[in-house]
């Protein structure tokens, strides 16, 4: 009964660094195209997207494996979720958890939560390159009045 435990912890232990390397960071982008070549997809298409463009596609059948990541800003490499101001997001709740709760925050000129009327951020929507699925889209912000000085001017779509 040890030995099963101990091999079953030590097979969690062995799959967790893969599961982890799959989020970043990486290297370089050339790093990241390695990984993604030696990852078994069970025989889907496999798309890989730095910044919304495309950095590797693999031919398959079935539902497509498409992944999404950034060159994080801070200079930390190449990730699925950098949560920094300057950097590409998934998902606008990615963007969004970076303010504080009181921030009125706008997704492409909407209103996205309400909050203070003199502390705003603007998010907006960006497309990058074809996947499987259509449009890879990502979000930047746009401008950013956080009332401690003057207003961040953004970021452009990459």
Same mark, same amino acid.
């Given at each position: 009964?040890?030995?099963? &435990?101990?091999?079953? *912890? ?6 967790t660094?893969? &599961? ?32 919304? #463009?495309?950095?590797?596609?693999? /031919?398959?059948?079935g539902? /497509? *494996? ?12 190449? #990730? ?15 963007? !969004?958890?970076?303010?504080s709760?009181?921030?009125? !925050?706008? &997704?492409?000129?909407? &209103? ?11 998010? #907006?929507?960006? =497309? ?7 449009? !890879? ?14 207003? =961040? ?6």
């Open positions: 009964m040890k030995s099963f &435990l101990a091999a079953i *912890v030590l097979s969690m232990a062995v799959a660094p893969a &599961l982890a390397q799959e989020e970043g960071p990486f290297a370089t982008t050339d790093a990241l195209v390695t990984y993604w070549m030696a990852q078994n997809t069970n025989g889907a298409t496999t798309q890989i997207y730095v910044n919304g #463009k495309q950095v590797y596609q693999r /031919a398959g059948f539902s /497509a *494996v498409v992944r999404q990541y950034f060159k994080c800003y801070n200079g930390s490499g190449i #990730k699925a979720v950098c949560n920094n101001i300057f950097d590409g997001y998934s998902e606008v709740s990615g963007a !969004v958890s970076t303010f709760s009181g921030l009125t !925050v706008y &997704l492409d000129g909407v &209103l996205y939560r309400s909050g203070s009327p003199y502390y705003s951020a603007h998010i #907006k929507t960006c =497309y990058g390159d074809t996947s499987y699925y259509g449009a !890879v889209t990502y979000y930047i912000v746009a401008s950013m009045n956080n009332g401690f000085g003057p207003a =961040y001017p953004g970021n452009s779509c990459f």
